[in-house]
């Protein structure tokens, strides 16, 4: 089965620093991967995604990821953090099981905090 | 566009009644995902819709959560009865199909709470 796994709850950083919020996947198949953003009291919202072709896919707000395949990570970095960057982050891969679906399983999610 | 509409934002009920979620998707969009959020299980797949027939209800916890959608615009979650482990907040989210496939718009949720 695929999934992802967001191995740190919280990241903290100062406003300027750069900040990497680490997911790493697995997954039978080409991985569809995706990174969405919660803000306190909304809906996630869409930041990302790589399906194929350049390892930097850069999104919104200022965010990029590096897909690296032999290490099978998607980390989600931006070069200078912003204190309304703080909110819950999501790491996200396709779900594929005998076929491609339009399903999301999504890791359990980042909690950044940037520091004025 | 006013994006994937929900409601209640919030709801309070008791332990045995009824609760009912409703939901409208971006008008366009093909599917349509019932995803459910707490603190100790994380952000879970309910359901989700394709041209508003179910696809895959795996997720769903029990013969107590029902999910319909009737047209194109509106589905509703039902959980009957509601018991206080069903406390969470709900989200609904809308994606189109083909190269946007995946890319889901997400409801600001109704926080369900029950006593």
């Known amino acids: 089965a695929q999934s992802v796994a967001q191995p740190e709850d919280q990241v903290n950083v100062a406003e300027g620093n750069p900040l990497t919020v680490k997911c790493t996947y697995s997954?039978?198949?080409?991985?569809?991967l995706f990174w969405y953003v919660q803000y306190p009291n909304r809906g996630l919202q869409f930041l990302l995604k790589y399906i194929t072709g350049d390892n930097l896919v850069k999104g919104s707000y200022g965010f990029e990821a590096e897909f690296n395949k032999s290490q099978t990570s998607f980390h989600l970095k931006k070069p200078s953090a912003l204190v309304s960057d703080s909110a819950l982050y999501f790491c996200a891969v396709r779900d594929y099981y005998g076929g491609a679906t339009n399903k999301l399983i999504f890791g359990t999610g980042t909690l950044l905090a940037v520091q004025p | 566009d006013a994006g994937v509409i929900q409601s209640p934002r919030h709801e309070v009920t008791e332990m045995g009644q009824e609760v009912t979620l409703r939901c409208k998707p971006i008008s366009g969009h093909d599917y349509l995902f019932w995803y459910r959020q707490t603190m100790m299980r994380g952000l879970e797949l309910l359901i989700y819709f394709n041209n508003n027939v179910p696809i895959d209800d795996s997720g769903m916890p029990e013969d107590r959560f029902s999910a319909k959608m009737p047209n194109a615009s509106f589905s509703n979650l039902k959980i009957q009865p509601s018991e206080p482990r069903d406390s969470a907040v709900y989200f609904c989210?809308?994606?189109?199909?083909?190269?946007?496939?995946?890319?889901?718009?997400f409801g600001a949720g109704s926080r369900l709470t029950v006593l």
């Open positions: 997954v039978s198949g080409n991985p569809y």
């Open positions: 989210a809308s994606s189109p199909s083909g190269s946007g496939a995946n890319v889901l718009t």
